[in-house]
Protein backbone atom coordinates (compact mmCIF):
# COMPACT_ATOMS: atom_id res chain seq x y z
CA UNK A 1 0.00 0.00 0.00
CA UNK A 2 1.38 3.76 -1.33
CA UNK A 3 1.99 6.27 1.50
CA UNK A 4 -0.87 9.14 0.80
CA UNK A 5 0.84 12.18 0.65
CA UNK A 6 -0.92 15.77 0.26
CA UNK A 7 1.16 18.21 -1.13
CA UNK A 8 -0.35 22.07 -0.69
CA UNK A 9 1.52 24.17 -2.51
CA UNK A 10 0.61 27.44 -4.77
CA UNK A 11 3.64 27.57 -6.32
CA UNK A 12 2.88 25.70 -9.37
CA UNK A 13 6.44 24.85 -10.57
CA UNK A 14 7.19 24.01 -7.01
CA UNK A 15 4.40 21.51 -6.90
CA UNK A 16 5.11 20.16 -10.09
CA UNK A 17 8.52 19.03 -8.92
CA UNK A 18 7.76 18.08 -5.33
CA UNK A 19 4.51 15.60 -6.58
CA UNK A 20 7.38 14.25 -9.24
CA UNK A 21 10.12 13.83 -6.79
CA UNK A 22 7.37 12.09 -3.73
CA UNK A 23 5.77 9.59 -6.87
CA UNK A 24 9.57 9.04 -7.83
CA UNK A 25 9.64 7.37 -3.86
CA UNK A 26 6.99 5.41 -4.47
CA UNK A 27 4.31 7.82 -3.06
CA UNK A 28 0.48 8.54 -3.74
CA UNK A 29 0.65 12.30 -4.02
CA UNK A 30 -2.26 14.89 -4.54
CA UNK A 31 -1.40 18.29 -5.20
CA UNK A 32 -3.54 21.11 -4.08
CA UNK A 33 -2.80 24.88 -5.09
CA UNK A 34 -5.02 26.89 -2.54
CA UNK A 35 -5.55 26.74 1.30
CA UNK A 36 -9.43 27.56 1.10
CA UNK A 37 -9.61 24.30 -1.43
CA UNK A 38 -7.39 22.10 1.05
CA UNK A 39 -9.05 22.83 3.98
CA UNK A 40 -12.59 21.38 2.11
CA UNK A 41 -10.38 18.42 0.89
CA UNK A 42 -8.87 17.32 3.76
CA UNK A 43 -12.48 17.27 5.76
CA UNK A 44 -13.13 14.25 2.96
CA UNK A 45 -9.83 12.26 3.04
CA UNK A 46 -6.77 12.78 5.37
CA UNK A 47 -3.85 11.66 3.97
CA UNK A 48 -0.58 9.88 5.54
CA UNK A 49 1.42 13.34 5.60
CA UNK A 50 0.77 16.74 4.86
CA UNK A 51 3.38 18.98 3.03
CA UNK A 52 1.90 22.70 3.59
CA UNK A 53 2.98 26.38 2.74
CA UNK A 54 3.31 28.93 4.86
CA UNK A 55 1.85 31.71 2.44
CA UNK A 56 -1.36 30.17 0.21
CA UNK A 57 -4.35 32.16 -1.60
CA UNK A 58 -7.73 31.67 0.25
CA UNK A 59 -6.59 30.23 3.53
CA UNK A 60 -2.98 30.77 4.67
CA UNK A 61 -0.98 27.41 5.70
CA UNK A 62 -0.82 28.51 9.24
CA UNK A 63 -4.58 28.92 9.56
CA UNK A 64 -4.78 25.63 7.71
CA UNK A 65 -2.78 23.97 10.08
CA UNK A 66 -4.57 25.40 13.14
CA UNK A 67 -7.71 24.63 11.95
CA UNK A 68 -6.13 20.82 11.32
CA UNK A 69 -5.29 20.34 14.63
CA UNK A 70 -8.58 21.24 16.59
CA UNK A 71 -9.91 18.23 14.42
CA UNK A 72 -10.43 14.78 15.97
CA UNK A 73 -9.63 13.31 12.35
CA UNK A 74 -6.38 15.40 11.56
CA UNK A 75 -5.44 16.10 15.15
CA UNK A 76 -2.29 13.60 14.84
CA UNK A 77 -1.63 13.88 10.76
CA UNK A 78 2.13 14.58 10.30
CA UNK A 79 2.19 17.84 8.89
CA UNK A 80 5.74 19.30 7.14
CA UNK A 81 5.35 23.30 7.10
CA UNK A 82 7.23 25.03 3.72
CA UNK A 83 8.40 28.68 4.13
CA UNK A 84 10.61 31.36 2.78
CA UNK A 85 10.41 32.70 5.99
CA UNK A 86 13.65 31.84 8.05
CA UNK A 87 13.35 33.74 11.36
CA UNK A 88 13.57 31.64 14.63
CA UNK A 89 10.32 33.57 16.03
CA UNK A 90 8.60 32.51 12.59
CA UNK A 91 9.60 28.76 12.83
CA UNK A 92 9.19 28.82 16.58
CA UNK A 93 5.30 30.18 15.56
CA UNK A 94 4.70 27.42 12.78
CA UNK A 95 5.98 24.76 15.49
CA UNK A 96 3.62 25.75 17.96
CA UNK A 97 0.29 25.90 15.37
CA UNK A 98 1.17 22.16 15.27
CA UNK A 99 3.48 21.37 12.32
CA UNK A 100 5.96 18.78 13.15
CA UNK A 101 8.55 20.12 10.95
CA UNK A 102 9.83 23.34 9.36
CA UNK A 103 11.74 23.37 6.26
CA UNK A 104 12.94 26.83 4.80
CA UNK A 105 13.14 27.67 0.92
CA UNK A 106 15.30 27.39 -0.79
CA UNK A 107 15.86 23.67 0.40
CA UNK A 108 17.54 20.42 -1.00
CA UNK A 109 14.87 18.00 -2.59
CA UNK A 110 17.16 15.08 -0.77
CA UNK A 111 16.88 16.49 2.73
CA UNK A 112 12.88 16.67 2.29
CA UNK A 113 12.66 13.56 1.00
CA UNK A 114 14.69 12.28 3.64
CA UNK A 115 12.67 14.71 6.56
CA UNK A 116 9.38 12.92 4.68
CA UNK A 117 10.68 9.33 5.50
CA UNK A 118 12.03 9.92 8.77
CA UNK A 119 8.77 11.50 9.84
CA UNK A 120 6.69 8.68 8.28
CA UNK A 121 8.70 6.06 9.66
CA UNK A 122 8.06 7.81 13.40
CA UNK A 123 4.37 8.57 12.87
CA UNK A 124 2.71 5.78 10.84
CA UNK A 125 5.66 3.26 10.29
CA UNK A 126 2.93 0.54 8.55
CA UNK A 127 2.69 2.69 6.16
CA UNK A 128 6.45 2.98 5.22
CA UNK A 129 8.74 -0.36 4.35
CA UNK A 130 12.20 0.02 5.12
CA UNK A 131 13.30 -2.74 2.44
CA UNK A 132 12.76 -1.95 -1.24
CA UNK A 133 12.64 -5.12 -3.53
CA UNK A 134 12.58 -5.00 -7.36
CA UNK A 135 13.44 -8.49 -9.27
CA UNK A 136 16.78 -10.03 -7.05
CA UNK A 137 17.77 -6.73 -5.75
CA UNK A 138 17.02 -6.20 -2.04
CA UNK A 139 17.84 -2.99 -0.53
CA UNK A 140 17.43 -2.04 3.28
CA UNK A 141 17.11 1.64 3.52
CA UNK A 142 18.01 1.17 7.75
CA UNK A 143 21.40 -0.70 7.65
CA UNK A 144 21.81 0.55 4.18
CA UNK A 145 22.69 -2.81 2.72
CA UNK A 146 22.14 -4.19 -0.63
CA UNK A 147 21.74 -7.45 -1.91
CA UNK A 148 21.35 -9.39 -4.86
CA UNK A 149 20.22 -12.93 -4.77
CA UNK A 150 21.74 -13.29 -0.99
CA UNK A 151 24.96 -11.81 -1.80
CA UNK A 152 25.64 -8.39 -0.75
CA UNK A 153 26.52 -5.75 -2.33
CA UNK A 154 29.08 -2.56 -1.17
CA UNK A 155 27.84 0.44 -3.01
CA UNK A 156 29.11 4.25 -2.09
CA UNK A 157 26.75 6.64 -0.10
CA UNK A 158 25.71 8.33 -4.38
CA UNK A 159 25.67 4.83 -5.61
CA UNK A 160 23.40 3.66 -2.82
CA UNK A 161 21.31 6.98 -3.57
CA UNK A 162 21.08 5.96 -6.77
CA UNK A 163 19.50 2.72 -6.54
CA UNK A 164 16.82 3.70 -4.18
CA UNK A 165 15.97 6.49 -6.04
CA UNK A 166 15.31 3.64 -9.15
CA UNK A 167 13.50 1.37 -7.20
CA UNK A 168 11.48 3.73 -6.18
CA UNK A 169 9.96 4.07 -9.30
CA UNK A 170 11.15 1.05 -11.65
CA UNK A 171 11.33 0.50 -15.13
CA UNK A 172 10.52 4.32 -14.99
CA UNK A 173 12.60 6.43 -17.81
CA UNK A 174 14.84 9.03 -15.64
CA UNK A 175 16.47 11.87 -17.61
CA UNK A 176 20.12 13.05 -16.38
CA UNK A 177 18.40 16.07 -15.02
CA UNK A 178 16.01 14.69 -12.90
CA UNK A 179 18.46 12.25 -11.69
CA UNK A 180 20.85 14.98 -10.26
CA UNK A 181 17.22 16.64 -9.29
CA UNK A 182 16.23 13.50 -7.04
CA UNK A 183 19.71 12.47 -6.23
CA UNK A 184 21.68 15.39 -5.62
CA UNK A 185 19.40 18.07 -5.44
CA UNK A 186 18.49 21.45 -7.53
CA UNK A 187 20.31 23.48 -5.39
CA UNK A 188 23.75 21.50 -6.02
CA UNK A 189 25.75 21.98 -9.36
CA UNK A 190 26.82 18.95 -10.37
CA UNK A 191 27.66 18.13 -14.04
CA UNK A 192 25.41 15.90 -16.13
CA UNK A 193 28.30 13.73 -17.18
CA UNK A 194 28.52 13.05 -13.52
CA UNK A 195 25.44 11.19 -13.35
CA UNK A 196 27.09 8.95 -16.40
CA UNK A 197 30.25 7.91 -13.85
CA UNK A 198 27.97 7.13 -10.96
CA UNK A 199 25.18 5.12 -13.13
CA UNK A 200 28.14 3.34 -14.47
CA UNK A 201 29.63 2.40 -11.03
CA UNK A 202 26.68 1.21 -9.47
CA UNK A 203 26.05 -0.54 -13.03
CA UNK A 204 29.47 -2.55 -12.16
CA UNK A 205 28.54 -3.23 -8.61
CA UNK A 206 25.23 -4.48 -9.35
CA UNK A 207 26.81 -6.72 -12.28
CA UNK A 208 28.26 -9.67 -10.31
CA UNK A 209 29.00 -12.95 -11.95
CA UNK A 210 27.90 -11.62 -15.13
CA UNK A 211 24.25 -11.41 -13.89
CA UNK A 212 21.68 -9.44 -16.40
CA UNK A 213 22.61 -5.92 -16.62
CA UNK A 214 19.29 -4.44 -14.51
CA UNK A 215 19.79 -0.55 -15.51
CA UNK A 216 19.06 0.03 -19.27
CA UNK A 217 20.32 3.24 -21.38
CA UNK A 218 17.73 4.84 -23.38
CA UNK A 219 19.12 6.40 -25.66
CA UNK A 220 18.72 10.29 -25.71
CA UNK A 221 16.06 9.76 -22.40
CA UNK A 222 18.15 8.78 -19.95
CA UNK A 223 18.35 5.31 -17.85
CA UNK A 224 15.91 2.96 -16.19
CA UNK A 225 15.63 0.29 -13.68
CA UNK A 226 14.66 -2.87 -14.97
CA UNK A 227 12.21 -5.11 -12.47
Request: with cysteine; net charge neutral; proline share 4%.
Amino acid sequence: MQPKITVVEDEEALSVLLRYNLEAEGYDVETILRGDEADIRLQEQVPDLLILDWMLPGVSGIELCRRLRQRGATERMPIIMLTARGEESERVRGLSTGADDYVVKPFSTPELMARVRAMLRRAKPEVLSSVLKCGEIELDRDSHRVHRKSREIRLGPTEFRLLEFFMAAPGRVFSRAQLLDGVWGHDIYVDERTVDVHVGRLRKALNISNMKDVIRTVRGAGYSMES
